[in-house]
């Protein structure tokens, strides 16, 4: 499964959205500023903006959707810590969003687990974890034990406090929004 990431920058606002290649669905959308962008009149007539702007919003953008997308995996984690299931190390592929370090760096963080990165992409990974669910292999380490791990990701410490309150954030507005 491949992913598309489209800037529609335009002198009031950047827009940019995450698309899902096989489905064509729209996963994530941002736009920013809240207020326009900051045009410069020095002449009348003239109208210009300096392109660092561009370039800060959409790094900013693109550092939104990925935590986007972390925080709502974190949610779905969070279900699953609700029902018992005790989560210290995630399993995925070397593909998609985890090729970004940013983002295998934010999801460790955010998550509290360990990420461990193997040759492989998601949908291998989901096979496997279907075959311990259904009794296939006897545990993680013979499920994944053909595979190459290429990578570790440790959750970062400095970062931790910063997520956890972007996060509770959030998580209370999706609440709020669940209650309605």
């Known amino acids: 499964m ?3 990431l489209g800037y529609d920058i335009v002198s009031s ?10 489905t064509g ?18 002449c009348p007539g003239w109208a210009e903006q300096h392109p660092q702007i561009w370039w800060d919003k959409s790094y900013q953008e693109m550092n939104d959707l990925a935590g986007g997308i972390v925080f709502a995996l974190n949610y779905g984690l969070g279900i699953m810590r609700n029902m018992g299931v005790a989560i210290e190390m995630v399993r995925a592929g070397g593909a998609n969003m985890f090729l970004s370090d ?3 760096e934010a999801f460790a963080t955010v998550t509290g687990s360990v990420v461990q990165l193997y040759d492989t ?3 291998a990974g989901a096979a496997r974890g ?14 994944f034990a053909s595979l190459k791990p290429i990578k570790t990701v440790e959750p970062n410490e400095k970062w931790k406090q910063s997520y956890a309150d972007a996060y509770q954030k959030l998580e209370g507005v999706l609440n709020l929004k669940l209650e309605d």
Do not use: H, M, Q
Request: charged residues 20%; glycine residues 10%.
């Open 13 to 22: 606002s950047i827009k940019t959205s995450l698309l899902e290649i096989a």
């Open 2 to 4: 491949g992913y598309l």
């Open 130 to 143: 279907a075959g311990i669910g259904a009794g296939v292999y006897k545990n993680t380490e013979e499920a």
């Open 121 to 123: 992409d998601g949908s």
């Open 25 to 42: 669905r729209v996963l994530a959308r941002v736009i920013s500023p809240a207020s326009e962008l900051e045009i410069i009149a020095s």
């Open 102 to 104: 940013i983002f295998c």
